[in-house]
């Protein structure tokens, strides 16, 4: 039996974001059990949630992957995105951004705003999305709401404004005030779903609640000029009205409504999805999505009766079902057997079977609406971030806007044979993960695997080995060097071969000149009279650029010269390409040692976000690295400090800046140039060259 679907109307798409630890997928599991469709109620610890299923969630007690789960509410569905909360996996949270019409951002009572909630809060801003802000473990010990509250409206909007002020906090936390219906809604302990009992406002919380009441409908009337008039004449606002111009409000990005609750313990959940369909626009109500027509763009309206095109915002891959393709509509339909084009790839696809994805489990459906999101197997070419279109009208969305990887390491098989292997492996981690990639360095001759932090490396190495089968070993990737010159030499190079029958014969005379830092190579030919004959030029070039590929220092390609070629030799019937090219090859090396030839290393502009009680000692870590602070700047209660630091210097510094910070603080780096490698760190690095050159010499 086909399971039901639901229109347009009837749909809500809300991505929920936060710190790791908050309570997301608690909160979303607690949701999905309120709504009766599930027979308990999962546990973190236990591994039971409905949305943590992969076995690195499991075994890791965190959430890794982005998953979708569903509720059904007052005829009402929503779709529920659960969203990695640490910044290793941001890529998940970034897909769940691209694809939801509203956000709900988790903050810890006990902890409250930290460096992911300012990264989830930047998503949101860039997709323009409406927020609810949810303070959630109002039951752990150390709970503030009011304190929280004010750190989330320093840090991101003074237009956050509570819907509901909590009774009780810590193990007395029991019920929260409801704002707009003036009653208090004491929850049910023996209740494993949310339920709760609506009684009259407790004497003790009648002054809190008539300061945060006046505070709220100010904050509302304010956005609207006709609810202002009705509140100056009445003091007050109905509350039908008032959620519908909170609804409005949120819209625009006037208010963020703030809630509270306990995950663990359901309180909470059942107000939280009457809120999102209360206050969350519909895939119909929101601005529309504008899709590229060939060289057209063109607005899409989410409506039945427009052209089908679908992004795909995730790929995962399932034992003796293949690959899953999970979909948001944002026009047109996807009914079962249909066929649509992959305008990204301009191959069709038969879409047997789709379904709506609840958590690991799918319950296949005839036909999804508009605006729905769904999940279909078996896609043989469509990958994360194409569109699915009509085959009538190829419409192209715009992808997912993944974060690109800047922690890398070097992996090689463990058993020698099972190289092919290993690369498959990789290859299917990066179809289901695109924020991880992995490839073959030929000038470092290691495969290098790009992530967003360690912690992300490490869980893909660990899938490879669970899902494939394959151990591999992990090493420092080599940093890729560079040579150049500082001064001008000049020498010859020359070639002479006799055999029986006919010779070999090349001269030339070089000089070598330094060029300003990324200029590249630039050959001149200055040679006059035909001392070599013009068509035995390029062959010199070839050989100079051959050899300077080879280095000089420590046999790092050698960049920024110029070699001029001014004066010559040939032979008549000796000369060759193949000469000239040794000679050009044998002028290098005996000029550039001549030539002052210096290292270079990769240099990085690095970006750290810290509170600033850790400043001291980050700033002295960057020291230690040989980092040059370039300038600070405050940012909230944080400061973020730019450096430049060898990429040298900054293997695994995820995990230092982590345990600095205590989690708090983050980085981003991205190349700078290159620059002259320090007298002491050159000579360790010369030496570690000829090691591994006397190594590779004896195998």
Known sequence: MAAKTYPTEAIRNVVFLGHGGTGKTTMVDAICHSAGLTNRKGSISEGTTLTDFTPEERDHAISVGLAVAHAD????????????????????????????????????????????????????????????????????????????????????????????????????????????????????????????????????????????????????????????????????????????????????????????????????????????????????????????????????????????????????????????????????????????????????????????????????VEQLHAGDIGVVAKLRDTHTGDTLSAENRHLVLPGVPFPEADIAIAVKSATRGEEEKVSTGLHKIHEEDPTFSAEYDPELGQTIAR?????????????????????????????????????????????????????????????LSPLPAGSGYEFVNAIT???????????????????????????????????????????????????????GSLAFKNVAPQAGPILLEPVYEVEITVPNEYMGDVMGDLNQRRGKIMGMEPRGNKQVVKAQVPLAEMHKYSSTLRSISQGRGSHRMSFFAYEQVPANVAEKIIEEAKAREEEEAKK
């Open 73 to 364: 509410w007052d005829g009402t569905k929503v779709n529920l995105l659960d969203a990695p909360g640490y910044l290793d996996f941001a890529g998940e949270a970034v897909a769940g951004v691209r694809v939801a019409d509203g956000a709900v951002i988790m903050v810890d009572a006990t902890a409250g705003v930290l460096v992911g909630t300012e990264r989830c809060w930047e998503y949101c801003v860039e997709r323009d999305l409406p927020r609810i802000f949810a303070i959630s473990m109002m039951d752990k010990e150390n709970a503030n709401f009011d304190s929280v509250l004010n750190e989330v409206r320093e840090e991101f909007s003074r237009d956050a404004a509570p819907l509901e002020i909590p009774i009780g906090s810590g193990e007395d936390f029991k019920g929260v005030v409801d704002l707009l219906s003036r009653k208090a809604r004491i929850f049910d302990p023996k209740s494993t779903r949310g339920e709760y009992k609506e009684e009259d406002i407790p004497d003790e919380m009648k002054e809190a609640y008539n300061a945060a009441y006046m505070e709220l409908v100010e904050a509302i009337a304010a956005t609207d000029d006709a609810l202002m008039e009705e509140y100056f004449e009445k003091e007050t606002i109905e509350p039908a009205r008032a959620a519908e111009a909170l609804k409005a409000a949120m819209k625009q990005g006037l208010i963020f409504p703030v809630v509270c609750g306990a995950p663990e313990k359901g309180y909470g959940a059942r107000t939280l999805l009457t809120r999102l369909i209360e206050l969350m626009p519909s895939p119909a109500e929101t601005s529309n999505e504008v899709a590229k027509d060939g060289e057209e763009e063109v607005e899409l309206a989410a409506s039945d009766d427009e052209p089908l095109a679908a992004l795909v915002f995730k790929t995962t891959s399932e034992p003796h079902v293949g690959e899953l393709s999970y979909f948001r509509i944002f026009s047109g339909t996807v009914k079962s057997g249909d066929s649509a084009v992959n305008a990204n790839r301009e191959v069709t696809e038969k879409l047997g079977h789709p379904g709506i994805p609840q958590g690991k489990d799918r319950a296949e």
């Open 451 to 511: 992530g967003l932090g360690e912690q992300h490396l490490e869980l893909a190495i660990e899938r490879l080995r669970r899902r494939f089968g394959v151990e591999v070993e992990t090493e420092q990737p080599r940093i890729p060097y560079r040579e150049t010159f500082t001064r001008t030499a000049e020498g010859q190079g020359r070639y002479k071969k006799q055999t029986g029958g006919r010779g070999q014969f090349g001269d030339c005379w070089v000089r």
């Open 529 to 583: 009279g035909g001392v070599i004959p013009g068509k035995f030029i390029p062959s010199v070039d070839k050989g100079i650029q051959e050899a300077a590929q080879r280095g000089v220092v420590a046999g790092y390609p050698v960049v920024d010269f110029q070699a001029e070629v001014y004066d010559g030799s040939h032979h008549s019937v000796d000369s060759s390409d193949i000469a000239f090219k040794v000679a």
